[in-house]
């Protein structure tokens, strides 16, 4: 399943609640629209999304289930619910917050359901090296750049450009692939980012988000 995404743009699909594009229907459309351009794969957010998507594409998807818990921080899959709910809804990948964020079960246990109980492949999003690192001694099968700048220990980064500092040390260190993901906003960084060695490149907001890409241009203009 991870090979079907090597060295190509996996596109991020995802509008919460409070966006204007919230809707599977808009989604399965955004990743329509995703393959037409070249992407590889899908990264989708919530069972309703997922399946919508799944539906009507053959592409592989990276599933995720965000629900922030009272009292934890983490926030992506937190739980074996949650990845129980990404799984049925067809994802071919299921990726989780593997930071040191405060989370309801632990993350020994939810990579063990996610890998043996359910049989998918684990993508670990990571803030820091000693994530990808414990990550890795967890058997995940492939870590993202994804939560850096966004983790109490690595938000005073307040980033807008990605993390290519972090995305070298995971390559230079880990065995498993590293997949760079976060802020990424044009084809340049992203090409970059293969030639330092990321596995593949998922890009979100840059393709999917219109008003992010709109600010973009409008604080552009102003100068
Ligand atoms: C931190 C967090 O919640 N990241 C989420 C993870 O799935 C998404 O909101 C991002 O859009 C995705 O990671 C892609 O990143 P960008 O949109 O910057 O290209």
Redesign the pocket.
């Given at each position: 399943m991870l090979e079907k995404l090597k060295a190509g743009l996996v596109v991020?699909c995802?509008a919460?609640e409070d966006e204007p594009l919230h809707g599977p229907q808009f989604m399965e459309r955004m990743a329509m629209a995703a393959k037409e351009g070249g992407a590889v794969g899908i990264?989708a957010?919530g069972p309703c999304d997922i399946r919508a998507i799944r539906a009507s594409l053959d592409l592989p998807i990276i599933g995720?289930n965000?629900r922030k818990q009272p009292g934890f921080d983490a926030?992506?899959t937190p739980s074996m619910e949650d990845a129980r709910l990404v799984h049925e809804a067809g994802a071919d990948i299921i990726?989780i917050d593997a930071t040191t964020q405060s989370r309801p079960e632990p993350l020994e246990q939810l990579i063990d359901f996610i890998k043996n109980d359910l049989g998918k492949v684990v993508m670990a999003?990571v803030a820091t090296l000693e994530d990808g690192i414990r990550a890795q001694q967890l058997a995940c099968d492939v870590v993202?750049t994804?939560?850096s700048?966004?983790t109490l220990e690595t938000r005073q980064r307040n980033r807008k450009d990605?993390d290519f500092d972090l995305l070298r040390a995971l390559i230079s260190t880990l065995d498993i692939p590293v997949i760079a993901?976060?802020?990424?906003?044009t084809p340049e960084q992203a090409r970059d980012a293969l030639r330092f060695g990321a596995f593949c490149v998922?890009?979100?907001?840059?393709?999917?988000?219109p008003q992010?890409i709109t600010r973009r241009f409008w604080e552009g203009m102003k100068g």
């Open positions: 991020s995802q919460l990264r957010n995720i965000k926030f992506i990726a999003d993202g994804t939560l700048g966004y990605p993901e976060g802020r990424i906003h998922v890009v979100g907001g840059a393709i999917t988000r992010e």
